[in-house]
């Protein structure tokens, strides 16, 4: 312990402790690099230049995404990803910042490409650079192994920002023409007059785009959220169960997406476009969602006997390996 005499009185300064600006102390987990962790007024600095980074970015967000249907889930996912990242902070473990110059190397390209990013307008690029430039902040304010043990919560909040359209579109026409196909199969079976070209649904006078029925199968992205946060809050401690939930995520989300085109065609062949495209449209999503939770739930309910039993099975196989 070093020690700092005054005329009056005698002061020990633990070694481990780095004193910031203004005369507050930092923990020094190393003890031996007092320039190792941010001082009070880079602190401040640091999250003024986030906030000022986060907010444009977020308005545009919300103007261009949020507010159409393909980007609807996106203040649900950022009001349970920080409540996900509140709860995972709690359990999180120490702090231990990383030295100064590890995240200004980073982020000083990231804010390059920040500018860049905004002065183009493309949301999408944006939205996820800014995420970047956020996450190398927290990265000098708590370490890498801090942020190691919040990755479910960091990872899960990028879904906040949409993600390209052509993206999307290449990974979900081989899903759009599965469920056009299944949803005409299913009504000429029962009789209804339709038949399909692609994409295309013709039924009576009618004609649909299944691209326009289920947003662009964007709610494919919204489903898989909401089912991974399901798997998450209810198996997070059970790691096989959670892996053979998460194989059913896209195939959950591909039979609610199914239930909302057959709704919307039933409706548009009885009620007419008019209805199909206003208030009973918008229904017909929220009904896409309850169904997407209830056959999640009803494999989880399935799922779990089988895992017991498996388990169960393991277990003896191990005892009588033993004896």
Known sequence: MNEIVHPTSR???????????????????????PGRFLSLSA???????????????MRTVAQESWSTEQ?????????????????????????????VWRPAVIMVPMLALFVVARISQIVEVEGYIMYAVLLTALYALVGGAMMRRLAFPLIYMAFVFPPPD????????????IITKGAVG????????VGSSGVWIQIGQYQLLVAAACAGLNSIISLSVLSTFYIY?????????ALV???????????????????LILLTYHAGEAAAQ???????????????LLIMFAIDTAVSPLLDRFRRSRRNAKTEARS
């Open 71 to 99: 980007g609807a889930h996106g203040p649900i996912v950022l009001l349970t990803g920080v409540w996900l990242l509140f709860r995972a902070w709690k359990h999180a473990g120490p702090i231990a910042p990383p030295p």
């Open 11 to 33: 002061v020990a300064v633990p070694t481990d402790v780095a004193i910031g600006a203004g005369g507050s102390t930092l923990p020094n987990a190393g003890g031996t690099d």
């Open 233 to 241: 809050i209810r198996h997070a401690g059970d790691v096989m169960r």
């Open 245 to 263: 939930l998460a194989l059913f995520i896209v195939p959950v989300a591909m039979a609610a997406n199914f239930v909302r085109v057959l709704i």
């Open 166 to 177: 052509t993206v999307v579109y290449a990974l979900t026409l081989p899903m759009k023409i």
């Open 186 to 193: 299913l009504l000429s079976m029962i009789g209804y007059p």
């Open 43 to 57: 602190l401040i600095v640091l999250v003024i230049g986030a906030l000022a980074v986060a907010l444009p970015t």
């Open 278 to 292: 206003g208030f009973l449209h918008n229904f017909a999503g929220m009904t896409m969602f309850v169904a997407a």
